[in-house]
């Protein structure tokens, strides 16, 4: 009799000392992906333990134009860029003709202030995917046979980011290829050639693509292999040689016959009334360095004159 009266007391008392069940809050899919412009279903479900109407609010806790957090839902509206184009059904959020300044991390907030745990909260990513765009290539025209060639092909607008796919004549060129003379980077896009061969020439192409949307391709470009002209670079620089040689000798020979000496030995002819007379350069300097210090003569003076004789006619 003693234990019938015993367990309800326990019992109580267990009800009593154990915690209450807490606000919980969570979702079903914490990361969305969805393509631009499309609409966006952020979940978020709640449970509470007495609260029948809690305070729901949602925030963006990090985004692509702000890394602190920003009101979404507050006070039973939208807030910013939100208001408009978002709705909730239930505690969830739908959001129309997202945008990649939509793309961030967001968090559901459910506070119940009657229940003993009283805040409850989930996180949701959404990701908004973006199509390639036409990529940007870099393809040489021409090359020479043993060269070193890169190839480059960029896409900076896709989410996620894109992967590269090379073509040759409109085939698709192997990650690992047998005894091929080119690596390829699907992520870089970057086809780089080792050694260039004949067997290279042909038509190039990149194509960018993502989950997103259709791939696109950049422009092909015809990339022809040249062979070196060994008989012509060595004609060339022989023909260097024999011009550096003909200068070489030209100079000695000038310097040697007195080309490049100060007072060469020119000659002159003066025509004078007694006939030409052949005179050198030197001696013309020499003359005119005679000049530089020459002063005339002292004029003699005009003695007064004086009668010493006289005559008689």
């Known amino acids: 009799m003693e234990n019938l009266f015993t367990f309800p007391l326990v019992f109580v008392i267990l009800l009593q000392i154990l915690p209450s069940a807490p606000v919980t809050v969570f979702t079903t899919a914490p990361i969305v992906e969805v393509r631009e412009s499309q609409a966006a279903s952020m979940s978020c479900e709640f449970k509470t333990e007495k609260d029948e109407q809690p305070r729901i609010e949602w925030k963006k806790t990090r985004g692509a134009s702000s890394s602190s957090p920003d009101f979404v839902y507050f006070e039973g509206e939208f807030r ?45 990513t959404l990701i908004v995917l973006v199509p390639p765009q036409i990529p940007s290539c870099e393809i040489p025209s021409r090359a ?19 992967t590269y796919t090379w073509y040759k004549d409109k085939k698709a060129l192997h990650l690992s290829p047998v005894n091929a003379t080119y690596t390829l980077n699907p992520r870089t896009g970057v086809l780089m050639f080792t050694s260039v061969t004949k067997a290279d020439t042909g038509q ?37 040689c024999l011009v550096i040689a003909l ?5 000695f020979y000038a310097h040697r016959n007195g080309f ?26 020499r003359t005119e360095d005679m000049n530089t210090g020459y002063s005339p003569p002292p004029e003699e003076k005009q003695q007064d004159f004086k009668h010493t004789h006289s005559f008689m006619l």
């Open 247 to 251: 200068c070489t000798f030209g100079a």
């Open 80 to 124: 910013k860029t939100f208001k408009g184009r978002a709705s909730m059904r239930g505690a969830t959020v739908v959001l129309e003709g997202v945008t990649q300044e939509d793309a961030g991390e967001y968090r559901c907030e459910v506070s119940a202030a009657l229940d003993n745990v009283q805040l409850g909260e989930a996180n949701i």
């Open 144 to 162: 020479l046979t043993g060269a070193a060639v890169e190839m480059r092909c960029r896409e900076h607008h896709s989410v996620p980011a894109a």
């Open 204 to 240: 190039y192409y990149c194509e960018a693509r993502n989950k997103a949307g259709p791939p696109k391709s950049c422009e092909g470009i015809h990339m022809k292999i040249d062979d070196l002209n060994v008989p012509a670079i060595i004609g060339g620089v022989v023909v260097v």
């Open 260 to 285: 490049f000496s100060k007072h060469r030995g020119r000659s002159f002819w003066i025509t004078q009334c007694q006939g030409a007379a052949r005179i050198s350069s030197q001696n013309l300097h």
